[in-house]
């Protein structure tokens, strides 16, 4: 099923606007070389991610899905962050608990100043997809 | 298989012209076949039209059966697969299946006194009556069209109306007064009556608004109009248009196979459910 | 032992002194021995109303149903409206309240105790009495059952539903006036025993047992349907061609998100099922009303209790236990969980 | 065609039938349902819980594929139904006149395509309810029987140790061929006792519609009773009712969208349902049926009026699906009942 050699992840990555994604812009503009598997979705907050936005990308074919946001203390609106937290650990509970795969949904936090890391958080989780393959579980069967 | 009668043909976008603007904008299309014919329709029947990947709607096809190189239709932007229509420009390629539906008895009403009475987009599915009417001319004694908007904005197929004018009385009203508008002011059913049409060997028919239909039946009535000299077209809610989906119905009737024109005899039996 | 006769009592009363508008309670059905939901408005029908094992559904449900209707009628509520609530059924209503759907002066809670047992499960019925039988009730730790063939007394806990079994709070602790004992603290089956037990698989075997479960959804919607937390006017499993209310505009109506197709296969059922888990969390206080009416059987208890486990575990979160709380997913601590953020 | 199988033969009957898939009632996961068939087949089920109907109609039929980039004119390709032929044992006589009723629906005026290439290689071996499978049969008051042979290719008939088995139509008759050598002529003794088993099996009790010859004209009178809106007091509008009906046939057809650049999806089919507010509601908001009592007046006239007026038969088979599964006991017996009864 998974094809080692040829196989390249995709992944959906929302980004906060007010850290993550200009931290991705960092990377960017830094010049740092990381995978480009990671299609970026720009949301207002970490805390405004609705599990159905995350459960969508994996139905619309996405193999992993990334939340990005600001470090705990940083949040531009004080505290979605923190309410992401919480409710992203619920979802993650919930796709371990069906059967995903755990490494198939990830967090991270990445500030604008964090170009580097960003880089780095992509890279891992290419990484750790590789290995996992493509992720049919979620993804739509209605051909 | 028999052919499938859920697959429609590709039709190209012709012609587009905006009647009315604003939230609620009606725009005419005129569709012609890609593939060469197309199906023939009778006055009042309707049409699925497509747009791919947003879905299907049910539409009156509001030219008459005697023009055959196009199909038109005039469609409010209401709704998902309405907003995408007006979206469109000419040469792009919809959808079509049909004809779905009954039509007006015409022949039956030759050497008779027509009045045709609208409100608002429910000029689309008389039109073709009107236009088939004028152009059998002789056929018929006095035509006459009652049509309102809510305002001279809300007009629509004003150039044709005007055109009409030659052949039938045209009697336009709006809802409010306004500057510039030196017809009827006030509401459709208002205006009929204003004008007493006589019920001698006549025939009303009417569509608009669910509430317009109830007061210009009610005031036909009593202008001395039987059940059965009247005549209006129902709408509801449909997907399949053959009777088997199961939502248009009005007690045991599948509008889109029994309907959508009724006799107001016939439609008084149905239970009130629409 | 609760005495039909005093709920009937208090139902006439407060009708009659006009302090409700109405009672949402029990009655007996048509359909074999089973109860059905009512709502009374005069003082008279207070006789029809009945408590057995067989008061399964979870009322407050009603009580949305007549905010909506209000709403929709743009009618001041006037008087209260009271209900007949289960344990179960009365942590439902703090959540609603909670989250501020109706006040608690607009509801007026007639709670009755399960005490020392719970409702019955119909399809744990099945083998245990002869015939169909006609009617049931409680006594003591037992049920006893009305069959063709007499009466049939049963240990209650033989045909319990799970839930039952498993709740921790037997008793509605919210009431206006209650009937029954406290029996807070009976132990029954441990809580979340299946969730447990389903925990110790593998992830091959979860997915593997999830994918036939979701695959076998007709997506009748009776789960959301019968559930008083899923009061949403819009839902993302809803057809997206019909206007939320009538003055939806056409961009609203064209640009509205398809999130889950119609179509009953599993990645939409799964993604439907998963939607609605989260949307509970926190929320959902065990009526087991969503796997009880389920056609198919789907084990929808066990998705929801992970996330009610989880919400006791992680963040000391108990659904339903206070009007005041914030909602768990609105509101966080700085101790919560955060090592699995890279 | 009335021939004797011993029950011991029906494993050999099944694999006698080659060119069929075989599907016959299984016990999964708590509900009865038809499966294809592996193993040993005993017809010890009560109903199944879903009716053998989506064979014919499934829950989601794919009418053609669209593939549009962008500028250019849409390309369809049109997608057929499989043709495997399904043989379907165990069928309940109920849902052998449900099919007789879908094919009405789905054969008159215009032919449905997807249907009728469907039915076409479906077979219904149905077996007579010697007792009624659940508390909520009321075959009788519906112009059916326990025994009834309608919309069935072969009746099997339990007579203990082996089954009376008769051909219905000519499929049914290929059927039994099929495996000539596995079954015995009936002996007079056989139809004497399949004949006191059918007359034993019409004579259980059922729940029972009062007086039906005279429901639909009733129903027709209370159009506007205010009782519509009482009976559906405690209705939570799922579908049920409708789903595991065996008549219920309304759909809904919405394009889903699988890809973007270019534009890829398909037309599809899927079950739709009286029960749901938004399923009358039209574009503008407008909302023929807005309340619960309007859609169960809806689905109670339907089966036992509207159908009636259209082709001649109640619509209901009396299954007692939609009662026995009703979340809030709503009864289509009780509430026919009622309504009538107010009627006067």
């Known amino acids: ?143 | ?274 | 032992m609760i005495n039909v006769r005093d709920i009937r009592d208090a139902a006439r009363d407060l009708l009659a002194k006009g302090e409700v508008r109405a009672v949402i309670g029990y009655r007996r059905g048509s359909r074999g021995m089973a109860a059905e939901p009512v709502v009374i408005t005069a003082p008279e029908q207070a006789d029809e109303l009945v408590w057995d094992p067989t008061c399964f559904h979870n009322l407050a449900l009603y009580l949305v149903e007549d905010r909506k209707f209000l709403a929709h009628s743009r009618k001041a509520p006037g008087a209260p409206i009271a209900i007949i609530a289960k344990g179960c059924d009365a942590r439902a209503i703090v959540v609603l309240m909670q989250e501020h759907y109706f006040k608690r002066e607009e509801v007026y809670i007639i709670g009755v105790s399960c005490e020392g047992v719970g409702v019955l499960d119909e399809r744990k019925l099945a083998g245990h009495v002869p015939g169909t039988p006609t009617d049931a009730a409680f006594e003591g730790d037992d049920f006893v059952f009305t069959t063709p063939e007499g009466e049939k007394r049963l240990p209650a806990r033989e045909v319990m539903a799970d839930r039952c079994l498993e709740c921790r709070a037997p008793f509605p602790k919210e009431h206006n006036v209650v009937f029954g004992e406290d029996k807070t603290g009976r132990e029954l089956a441990a809580p979340f025993a299946a969730l447990a037990r389903f925990e110790e698989q593998g992830a091959t075997e979860r997915w593997d047992f999830w994918r036939r479960q979701f695959e076998r959804c007709i997506r009748c919607f009776a789960c959301r349907s019968v559930c008083p937390m899923c009061y949403c006017d819009e839902c993302v499993v809803d057809s997206i061609t019909f206007p939320v209310a009538p003055e939806t505009t056409a961009d609203e109506k064209a640009n509205r998100i398809r999130w889950i197709e119609r179509s009953a296969v599993r990645s939409e059922n799964i993604t439907y099922h998963m939607t609605r888990a989260m949307h509970l969390a926190g929320r959902c206080i065990d009526c087991g009303e969503c796997e009880r009416v389920c056609p198919v059987n789907i084990p929808l208890r066990l998705l929801n209790n992970k996330m009610e486990r989880e919400a006791r575990e992680r963040f000391g979160y108990e659904p339903g236990a206070s009007i005041g709380a914030a909602s768990l997913v609105a509101s966080f601590n700085d101790s919560d969980p955060g090592s699995f953020i890279r | 065609m009335e021939k004797i199988l011993h029950k011991e033969r029906i494993d050999d009957w099944i694999s006698a039938l080659t060119g069929w898939e075989v599907l016959s009632p299984a016990l999964e996961d708590g509900i009865w349902a038809y499966r294809p068939v592996s193993g040993a087949v005993r017809l010890d089920h009560p109903n199944t819980t879903q009716p053998p109907k989506g064979l014919a109609f499934p829950q989601r039929e794919v009418f053609f594929s669209f593939e549009q980039i962008k500028g250019e004119a849409p390309r369809l390709t049109q997608i057929l139904p499989d043709t495997v032929q399904r043989a379907v044992f165990g069928v309940r006589p109920c849902d052998g006149r449900g099919a007789v009723r879908m094919d009405r629906v789905f054969g008159d005026h215009v032919e449905d395509t997807y249907y009728q290439a469907r039915r076409k290689n479906v077979a219904y071996v149905g077996l007579a309810c010697n007792q009624p499978p659940s508390a909520n049969c009321f075959c009788l008051s519906v112009g059916g029987s326990p025994v009834s042979t309608d919309g069935l290719d072969v009746l099997l008939t339990d007579l203990g140790d082996r089954y009376f088995v008769a051909a219905v139509t000519e499929t049914g008759k290929a059927l039994m061929t099929a495996a000539n050598s596995l079954f015995d002529e009936p002996a007079d003794a056989d139809r004497q006792q399949l004949k006191s088993v059918h007359t034993e099996a019409l004579a259980q009790p059922q729940r029972a519609v009062h007086n039906p010859d005279a429901v639909p004209a009733k129903l027709k009178a209370s159009f506007k009773s205010p009782l519509w809106e009482e009976l559906a007091r405690a209705c939570i509008g799922c579908g049920i009712c409708t789903f595991l009906c065996p008549t219920c046939h309304c759909f809904d057809i919405n394009d889903e969208v699988t890809g973007s650049a270019p534009l890829k999806g398909n037309r599809v089919r899927t079950w739709d349902n009286c029960q749901f507010p938004d399923f009358t509601m039209h574009t503008s908001g407008h909302n023929p049926r807005p309340t619960v009592g309007a859609r169960l007046r809806q689905r109670v006239c339907h089966k036992f009026q509207y159908f009636p007026e259209n082709f001649g038969m109640p619509q209901c088979t009396g299954c007692g699906r939609c009662i026995s599964e009703c979340p809030v006991g709503i009864d289509i017996v009780s509430v026919v009942n009622k309504v009538v009864e107010h009627a006067g």
């Open chain 1, 1 to 143: 099923m998974s094809e080692p050699e040829t196989y390249e992840p995709k992944i959906v990555a929302f980004l906060c606007k007010w850290c993550s994604s200009a931290g991705s812009d960092l990377a960017g503009v830094s010049r740092i070389q990381y995978p480009a598997n990671a299609t970026p979705i720009t949301v207002p907050c970490s805390g405004s991610i609705s599990p159905l936005y995350i459960l969508s990308a994996f139905n619309k074919g996405a193999d992993g899905v990334l939340l990005s946001g600001c470090h705990i203390g940083d949040c531009h609106y004080i505290e979605g962050n923190y309410l992401a937290r919480r409710k992203i650990y619920l979802i993650k509970e919930l796709l371990e608990f069906v059967g995903v795969e755990p490494d198939r949904f990830r967090m991270s936090w990445v500030s604008a100043a964090e170009g580097a890391k960003y880089a780095q958080v992509v890279k891992d989780f290419v990484a750790d997809l590789k290995p996992l393959g493509p992720q049919d579980k979620l993804k739509a069967d209605r051909t």
């Open chain 2, 1 to 274: 298989m028999p052919d499938n009668i859920y697959l429609p043909e590709l039709a190209r976008i012709t012609y587009i012209k905006e009647e009315v603007a604003g939230e609620r904008s009606i725009k005419t299309f005129r569709v012609e076949p890609v593939n060469g014919d197309s199906f023939e329709h009778e006055c009042g029947q309707c049409a699925m039209l497509s747009i791919f990947g947003r879905g299907e709607m049910m539409i009156s096809i509001a030219s008459s059966p005697l023009v055959k190189d196009y199909k038109q239709f005039s469609i409010m932007r209401v709704g998902r697969v309405s907003a995408a229509f007006h979206d469109l420009a000419v040469g792009d390629v919809v959808g079509i299946r049909g004809p779905y539906g009954n039509s007006f008895p015409v022949d039956d009403w030759r050497g008779k006194n027509l009045y045709f009475i609208g409100g608002g987009c429910g000029l689309a599915p008389i039109w073709p009556v009107i236009t088939t009417a004028v152009a059998q001319r002789d056929s018929f004694k006095n035509i006459t069209v009652f049509y309102g908007g809510r305002s001279p904005r809300d007009i629509m197929y004003k150039a044709e109306l005007e055109k009409l004018r030659g052949v039938a009385d045209v009697h336009l009203s709006v809802d409010k007064a306004e500057d510039g508008w030196d017809a009827y002011c006030g509401f459709v059913p208002a205006n009929v009556m204003d004008k007493e049409p006589s019920s001698d060997n006549a025939i009303a028919i009417t569509c608009g608004p669910p509430i317009m239909i109830k007061y210009v039946i009610q005031n036909l009535r009593s202008l001395g109009f039987a059940d059965e000299q009247i005549y209006t077209t129902l709408e509801n809610k449909m997907k399949c248009g053959l009777g088997k989906c199961g939502r248009c119905n009005v007690g045991k009737d599948y509008v889109c196979v029994k309907g959508p024109v009724y006799s107001w005899a016939e439609l008084k039996e149905l239970p009130e459910e629409y």
